[in-house]
Nanobody, 129 residues
Framework: QVQLVESRGGLVQAGGSLRLSCAAS?????????????MGWFRQAPGKEREFVAA????????SIADSVKGRFTISRDNAKNTVYLQMNSLKPEDTAVYYC?????????????????WGQGTQVTVSS
């Protein structure tokens, strides 16, 4: 079973930066390992639906970034460490949410939560004004 564990988020002032990481462990029942999954991040603010933030293909060669964070957030991965990162710069109060790591075994990159195979437990990011 693949497990995704996000790093602790935190409280940051508007304009600040934070880097989240998501470490994968285990192996799917199919035998597939982390480096064959596309990975990404979603977030969910109180009272709102879970929304896409960023995704990266298994090789790291393709990425997709939500318009709301484009130019401020970047996604990367290190398959040797089984880890995916979300670098968040120029944070805004509207970025406050629980951030979830996700793994998808079918799509090269994804923008919707449908079809996600594995989810992390979520980590809180709070941006103060």
């Amino acid at each position: 079973q693949v497990q995704l564990v996000e790093s602790r988020g935190g409280l940051v002032q508007a304009g600040g930066s934070l880097r989240l990481s998501c470490a994968a462990s285990g192996r799917a029942t199919s035998g597939r390992t982390f480096n064959t999954y596309s990975m990404g991040w979603f977030r969910q603010a109180p009272g709102k639906e879970r929304e896409f933030v960023a995704a990266i293909s298994w090789s790291g060669g393709s990425t997709s970034i939500a318009d709301s964070v484009k130019g401020r957030f970047t996604i990367s991965r290190d398959n040797a460490k089984n880890t995916v990162y979300l670098q968040m710069n120029s944070l805004k109060p509207e970025d406050t949410a629980v951030y979830y790591c996700a793994a998808d075994g079918s799509r090269a990159v994804f923008t919707s939560p449908q079809g996600i195979n594995y989810w992390g437990q979520g980590t809180q990011v709070t941006v103060s004004s």
